[in-house]
């Protein structure tokens, strides 16, 4: 086989190949024969097909069968020849030859693997949140699972912010209503936010029976665009009122929280544990996500196109998968590849860039530490050790393990070259929120 590679850009190349059309041909009829032996055809006994009959029936398959293995292996073996580092899938394409040649002639195109010189890091900046877990953070935990376990009893009072009450309504604009304007036994808690300010606010020290008119505005960028901008005037009714009771922190919700023998001081402390271990777990991802960042910022790096659309099509494949699992029919529903396109380059950069730290400096992982990580991960589960076979049980599952060591194992190196700083901060700073969820 003949060969040469052309440059077509700076990862784009073009194999030109030839293959002897007499190799073809031989290993056509050799495949007709083999099938001749076994081939099932109506009026011949099995084995006793004539060669031509074969042929005529099963000749344009067999043929297409036979070019394809031959491109793939003589493509293969022309990347191994000219040691090609192939990213994606390569085109083929047959060329333009005479009638009478020897040799059928094609040509692959494809792209390359680029060539990375990892940026110098040391002037990088990473911070690493400093948080220490208080008792207050415990309280305020504590205080989110009651509101959580929070049961609603009727109330002969007016309505106030945290009772959850029933209602009637109906909006119109100009006189005219509007689509989402009517509801009737609707059930909402005040203050919680769900509804705008406008419609809560007059709701407030209304009492069962009572009906009440009033004004909203929705918002210029409201959801709604037929509403957005305008002034609606609404009617509402409450039909009720329903005072929150949030359980005691004693032995019974201590039981309801997993704590056997109801032990209050046991139970603070698997919160303060389950704290604990989500502060390290957000610490990580925070200084993970400002290594990643500075490796990009740092690297020059041109990503191969087929690899971005192949990362691109499994985003979006994610997608689909994630709207079937809320019910929608995502074959109906059109999935922009604009929203996804900046994230499937920014995964392959990195993809590309961690490659090549693991390989020039050897920060390759090992069995012990892919164990150590899905025991980490399997100790927020109620059966650590079920998680742990569990993981064992793939070897896609143990894959994910593999790569999340392969990304320690570059954060820990670059850490080791860039300036970190402690970056005191609370609990509440480090989740993003006023509240923390936690679960014993």
């Known amino acids: ?53 074969v042929a005529q029936q099963y000749g344009p398959q067999v043929r297409q069968e036979v070019m394809g293995d031959a491109l793939q292996k003589n493509f293969n073996e022309a990347v191994r020849e000219n040691k090609l580092r192939v990213a994606g899938y ?35 900046r990473i911070e690493q949140p400093v948080i220490n877990v208080t008792s207050s953070d415990v309280d305020n935990t504590l205080e989110v699972l009651r509101k959580q376990r929070v049961q609603y009893e009727s109330a002969e009072r007016p309505a106030m912010k945290g009772d959850r009450i029933s209602i009637d309504y109906r909006g119109v604009i100009d006189g005219v209503g509007f689509a989402g ?30 009906s009440k008119t009033f004004e909203v505005t929705f918002p210029a960028d409201y959801h709604g665009k037929e509403v957005a901008g305008k002034t609606a005037v609404f009617e509402a009714t409450l ?40 502060v390290s777990r957000r610490v990580k991802a925070k200084i993970k996500e400002q290594v990643m960042q500075a490796l990009l910022e740092t690297t020059l790096i041109q990503a191969p196109k087929a690899l971005v659309e192949l990362e691109l099509e499994r985003l979006m494949q994610d997608a689909r998968r994630d709207l079937e699992s809320r019910g929608m029919h995502a074959k109906n529903v059109p999935i922009p590849q604009d929203l996804f396109h900046e994230r499937a380059q920014r995964r392959v950069n990195l993809g590309l860039i961690l490659a090549e730290l693991v390989k020039i400096h050897k920060l390759h992982s090992t069995p012990e530490r892919v164990r150590a990580v899905v025991e980490d991960l399997a100790q927020s589960y109620e059966n650590p050790d ?11 599952r143990l894959n994910e393990a593999e790569s999340a060591v392969l990304e320690d194992n570059v954060v820990t190196w670059v850490l080791e070259k860039a300036a970190v700083v402690d970056a005191p901060m609370t609990l509440d700073e480090l989740m993003g929120k006023s509240g923390h969820d936690a679960t014993t």
């Open 90 to 124: 390569p085109r083929f394409e047959p060329k333009h030859v005479a009638k009478d040649a020897s040799d059928f002639e094609f040509s692959a195109t494809f792209e390359v693997y680029p060539d990375i010189a990892p940026g110098d890091i040391s002037g990088v």
């Open 239 to 278: 039909n009720g009122v329903e005072a929150s009771k949030l359980p005691e922190v004693n032995s019974e919700f201590a039981k309801a929280l997993g704590v056997a023998d109801g032990n209050i001081g046991k139970m603070r402390g698997e919160i303060q544990v389950n704290l604990e271990r989500e």
């Open 181 to 210: 304007g009517k509801a009737e036994n609707f059930t909402l808690v005040l203050g919680e936010g769900r509804l705008l300010k406008d419609f809560e606010e007059p709701l407030i020290g209304m009492v069962s029976g009572q």
């Open 386 to 396: 079920e998680v742990v076979k569990w993981h064992y049980s793939s070897q896609e």
């Open 1 to 53: 086989m003949q060969s040469n590679v052309e440059d077509l850009g700076a990862l784009e190349r073009r194999l030109n190949f030839s293959i002897p059309q007499e190799k073809i041909e031989t290993e056509v009829e050799s495949r007709l024969k083999r099938l001749a032996h076994k081939a099932k055809i109506h009026g011949f006994r099995p084995g006793k097909v004539p060669l031509k009959i």
